[in-house]
C-alpha cells in the first residue's frame, strides 16, 4: 500500500477488487432450481408469478381444493419440501427460488420433507394441511408450479395470511389455475352445513379469525313448549321459505329474512334456535355471542358463501340497543348489523334470528324496514297448562310418584321453562340420596319440595337467574305492537308503555 494511501481509500479498492471477481464468477445453479427449470421447460426467471392470500381459516379449504384439483382427469403432481436453515423465518417466495446468485436463498435451498399442519374440523376429524411444500402440477401436460405457504408469525401483520403463488410459462395458465382452485374451495368448503361460530384469537402480531365447529343436541317439536300457534309461526317463517325458494323466487318474493325472538330468559329462545337447526338439515348456522358480535360483517360474509344459511345472533341488545337512548353510546356493529341484512340480494337464502331479553331498548330499525326482523315472536312465562306439559317432559326417565302435581304447578307460577328443568334436576339429585332402589330414579312431593327449596335459598335473584319471575319481576308490560309483532317507539327513545 502506497504511504499516500488512506485505509478509507485502501478498503474501497478492496472491495471493487472483490466484486470484480464475483462477477467474472460464473455462479453455480443450485439443486432445487435445476428442478424446476427442468419441470417448466424453460428459464423460471422470465416466467411471471401470480398470489392470492387467504385468511387462516381458509386453510383447510385451500387444501382440500388442491387434492380435488389434482384428482381431475389429466391433472398430476409431484409434492416436494424445501431444506433450508430458519426458512420460516425468510418469507420466501418464488421469486426467491428462482433468482439464480441475486438472492441469498437460492443456493442453500434443496428439496426436503414438506410441513402439515392439522386443522381439527367438525367430530373427530382431522385434516392435514400443508403448511410449506412446492406443488409440481402439469395440467394436460402443460407444467406450473404452485408454492403453498400457511400463515407464518414469525413475519409480523404480513405473514399472517396463507397463501398460494403460482409460475408458469403462460400467465393465462397460471390465472386459470387460481380461478380453478378458488372455485373449488367454494365448491368443497369445509364449513358447508355445519354449525360454526366466528371468534377472535392473537396470533403474533395480530387478531385472526378463529372458526369452531359446535354439536348442538336433537331437540324436537315435543321439546319445545310453546303456546298454541308460536311454533307453526316460527316454523312458517323460517322453514317454510327455504321448503318453496324457488316458486318464491319465481313469484318474485325475496327469501332472505329475519326472526327476532324475545322474552324473559330461559323461557326457551335457545331451545327453540336448537330446534330450528336440527329440522333445516344441511343448512349452514353460524352462530354469534360474545367476542363473535364484534365479527358481525365477517360473519355474514361467510352466510353469503355458505348460502343456505342461518345466522344466530344471541342477546343481539348488546350491540343493538336504541339510538339516542339516554346514557347509551351508539354501537358500531349495529350498523355493520343494518348494512349487513341490508346487502344480501333478495334471492339469497340467508336467515337471521335474533334473540334478546330485553326487546324494550332495541334498535327500532331493526323491525322498521323489510328485508331485517320481518317476524317478531314473543316467547312468554308458561301458563298453568304449558307448566304442566313442562313437568311431563322434563320428567322423562324418572319415576315420577307425586300425589299432588296441581301443587307444584301454582307453585311454580311466574317459572321459566329453564327453572322446571333445573327443579326436577335437583329433585332427581335428592331422590337418588335417598337410594330408592335400582332402575329410574324415584321422585316424589317431597324431592320436589327440597329442591324448591333449595333454590328459594339464594333469595330473589338465585330465583331470577334461574328462570323464576314471581308476580311483580317482569316490569310493566310492553305497549301496542308493530306490524311486526316489536315494540312500537317512542319519539324521544324508549318505547310505549300501557298505563
Do not use: C
Not at 438472492?103 to 442453500?108: E, K
Request: neutral net charge.
Amino acid at each position: 500500500m502506497d504511504e499516500k494511501t488512506t485505509p478509507q481509500e485502501f478498503g474501497l479498492l478492496f472491495k471493487r477488487f472483490l466484486d470484480d471477481i464475483v462477477n467474472r464468477a460464473e455462479v453455480p445453479e443450485g439443486p432445487l432450481l435445476k428442478r424446476l427449470r427442468e419441470h417448466l421447460g424453460g428459464e423460471p426467471m422470465r416466467m411471471p408469478v401470480i398470489s392470492e392470500e387467504f385468511e387462516r381459516f381458509q386453510q383447510p379449504n385451500l387444501q382440500v381444493a388442491m387434492e380435488a384439483y389434482l384428482e381431475m382427469p389429466r391433472h398430476t403432481a409431484e409434492l416436494i419440501g424445501l431444506a433450508a436453515e430458519n426458512k420460516r423465518q425468510w418469507g420466501l417466495g418464488l421469486s426467491d427460488f428462482v433468482n439464480r446468485g441475486t438472492s441469498p436463498y437460492s443456493l442453500r435451498l434443496a428439496e426436503g420433507p414438506v410441513d402439515w399442519v392439522n386443522f381439527h374440523l367438525d367430530g373427530e376429524r382431522v385434516l392435514p394441511v400443508v403448511q410449506f411444500g412446492l406443488y409440481l402440477v402439469k395440467v394436460d401436460g402443460a407444467p406450473l408450479i404452485a408454492f403453498v405457504t400457511g400463515p407464518n408469525e414469525m413475519m409480523g401483520p404480513r405473514g399472517a395470511r396463507a397463501r398460494i403463488e403460482v409460475m408458469a410459462p403462460e400467465r393465462a395458465t397460471a390465472q386459470r389455475f387460481l380461478a380453478e382452485i378458488t372455485n373449488l374451495m367454494g365448491e368443497r368448503n369445509v364449513y358447508r352445513g355445519k354449525i360454526v361460530s366466528l371468534g377472535p384469537q392473537q396470533f403474533g402480531f395480530g387478531p385472526q379469525t378463529i372458526i369452531t365447529f359446535h354439536h348442538l343436541p336433537t331437540v324436537t317439536r315435543d321439546d319445545v313448549v310453546l303456546p298454541e300457534g308460536v311454533l307453526d309461526r316460527i316454523d312458517r317463517h323460517a322453514i317454510a321459505f327455504t321448503e318453496h325458494a324457488e316458486r318464491l323466487k319465481a313469484a318474485g318474493r325475496p327469501i332472505k329474512r329475519g326472526l327476532l325472538l324475545y322474552g324473559s330468559p330461559g323461557t326457551g329462545k335457545t331451545l327453540t334456535v336448537m330446534y330450528l337447526t336440527g329440522r333445516m338439515k344441511g343448512r349452514t348456522t353460524l352462530l354469534t355471542t360474545g367476542r363473535g358480535l364484534g365479527m358481525i360483517s365477517a360473519v355474514a360474509q361467510m352466510a353469503r358463501i355458505l348460502a343456505p344459511s342461518t345466522v344466530v345472533v344471541e342477546d343481539v341488545d348488546l350491540i343493538a340497543q336504541e339510538r339516542g337512548m339516554p346514557g347509551m353510546q351508539t354501537q358500531p356493529y349495529l350498523f355493520e348489523l343494518l348494512n349487513e341484512m341490508d346487502g344480501l340480494r333478495d334471492d339469497v337464502d340467508v336467515l337471521f334470528v335474533l334473540t334478546t331479553n330485553r326487546p324494550d331498548i332495541l334498535e327500532p330499525a331493526l323491525a322498521a324496514r323489510p328485508g331485517r326482523v320481518d317476524l317478531a315472536v314473543p316467547l312468554p312465562l308458561p301458563d298453568a297448562d304449558a307448566r304442566r306439559r313442562l313437568f311431563a317432559l322434563y320428567a322423562r326417565g324418572l319415576r315420577l310418584e307425586v300425589d299432588n302435581l296441581d301443587r307444584f304447578i301454582a307453585r311454580t307460577e311466574g317459572a321459566s321453562p329453564a327453572y322446571i328443568k333445573e327443579l326436577l334436576r335437583n329433585a332427581t339429585v335428592f331422590g337418588a340420596i335417598d337410594g330408592n332402589g335400582a332402575g329410574a330414579v324415584r321422585v316424589t312431593d317431597k324431592h320436589i319440595d327440597q329442591a324448591m327449596d333449595e333454590l328459594a335459598e339464594g333469595g330473589r335473584l338465585a330465583e331470577r337467574i334461574a328462570g323464576f319471575a314471581r308476580p311483580g319481576d317482569e316490569g310493566p308490560p310492553p305497549g301496542p305492537m308493530g306490524p311486526s309483532g316489536f315494540p312500537v317507539p317512542m319519539r324521544g327513545g324508549g318505547t310505549w308503555r300501557a298505563g
